[in-house]
């Protein structure tokens, strides 16, 4: 049992580049989400899944996209690569909404440069 | 708008002594809370959650206490070791969304 597992775990990008940031569980849990962490700051909501086929965004989508074709994986895709997107990006899982644990991977720390 | 805050970025205690992490929210809609905890380089893990309909819930050293009213909420850890010293981040939820503050940095010192 691997819970959530991110790759890569680290990343540089030049600005205009895309990557996609993969996030998989095997936990066979329906909601995911994608946070991002800035130096000195809480996580931000960047999307959310709330089962396969079902995506929406959360509080900082701009310059993101993502989708949701399995229950196990949910891929965080960057278009045109800024460096506002610096940051470390975690992706998270949980058995159900609103109040239940979620359980984070270990991060992908993104320079774009 | 920042709908969770943690005033304090950073917390120093004794070891053995306790530790009171503060958070306080503005969204009246929130119905769970819940505590995280991160240490360097990983990803966060839960601590402990209390509902909105309670003023408190505890589990082992940790316990949490909601004030509706003040829209404040506290996280007691006692007593504090050395092993609790990371940054510890409260959160918010309402349907399917989880708002985070911005995080605490406790050191516990031996």
């Known amino acids: 049992n691997a819970g959530v597992t991110q790759t890569p775990k680290f990343r540089i990008l030049k600005i205009g580049q895309s990557m996609t940031l993969q996030c998989a569980q095997d936990?066979?849990?329906?909601?995911m989400y994608w946070y991002r962490q800035d130096p000195g700051m809480g996580l931000k909501l960047i999307y959310y899944?709330?089962?396969?086929?079902?995506?929406d965004k959360g509080e900082v989508p701009n310059g993101y996209n993502v989708s949701r074709s399995t229950t196990e994986d949910f891929p965080l895709r960057l278009e045109l690569a800024a460096p506002s997107q610096t940051s470390v990006y975690f992706c998270?899982?949980?058995?159900?909404?609103?109040?239940?644990?979620?359980?984070f991977g270990p991060g992908t720390r993104l320079t774009v440069t | 708008d920042q709908q969770v805050k943690q005033n304090s970025p950073s917390l120093s205690v004794q070891e053995g002594r306790i530790s009171i992490l503060n958070c306080d929210y503005t969204?009246?809609?929130?119905?769970?809370f819940l505590w995280y905890k991160k240490y360097p380089a990983e990803g966060p893990t839960f601590l402990i959650s209390?509902?909105?309909?309670?003023d408190k819930n505890e589990d082992g050293r940790f316990t949490v206490f909601l004030n509706k009213s003040a829209k404040h909420l506290s996280l007691h850890i006692v007593p504090s070791q050395p092993g609790d010293s990371a940054v510890y981040f409260c959160?918010?939820?309402?349907?399917?969304?989880?708002?985070f503050g911005p995080g605490t940095s406790l050191s516990v010192i031996p």
């Open positions: 998270a899982s949980s058995p159900r909404s609103s109040g239940y644990e979620q359980y």
């Open positions: 936990m066979n849990h329906n909601y």
């Open positions: 899944s709330v089962g396969a086929g079902i995506t």
């Open positions: 969204n009246s809609m929130f119905d769970y």
């Open positions: 209390i509902s909105s309909i309670k």
């Open positions: 959160a918010a939820s309402v349907r399917d969304k989880v708002i």
